[in-house]
């Protein structure tokens, strides 16, 4: 994976460890309808990890999918390479 993708999705794992410590601190504080906001965080999560997981498989797909084709096709790759430079 290039390093955008990298923090990309060092950010949204940052983010789901976050909104984890808010759920925990939200029950153990007594916050009125604890629970329930509880409840929705984890759906949240769960959501939110989904997201991840969908997000790494599609870029391992593109990665393997743009390196199978660079060694089927290396002189249209280095014709393309050479034409962008």
């Given amino acids: ?3 955008t993708a990298d923090q990309l999705l060092s950010q949204l794992k940052k983010v789901v460890e ?5 759920a925990t601190t939200a029950t153990s504080a007594g916050v009125e309808q604890g ?7 984890k759906e949240a999560l769960a959501g939110a990890r989904n ?3 969908d ?3 599609n870029l391992q797909r593109g990665a ?5 084709y660079v060694h ?8 393309i390479a050479a034409a962008i430079a």
């Fill in 64 to 68: 393997r999918a743009t390196d199978s």
């Fill in 18 to 22: 976050d909104l984890e410590g808010l």
């Fill in 55 to 57: 997000l790494e498989h």
């Fill in 72 to 79: 089927e096709n290396a002189w249209t790759s280095i014709a």
């Fill in 1 to 3: 994976m290039n390093s």
């Fill in 35 to 41: 629970a329930a906001v509880t409840d929705r965080l």
């Fill in 51 to 53: 997201r991840i997981h």
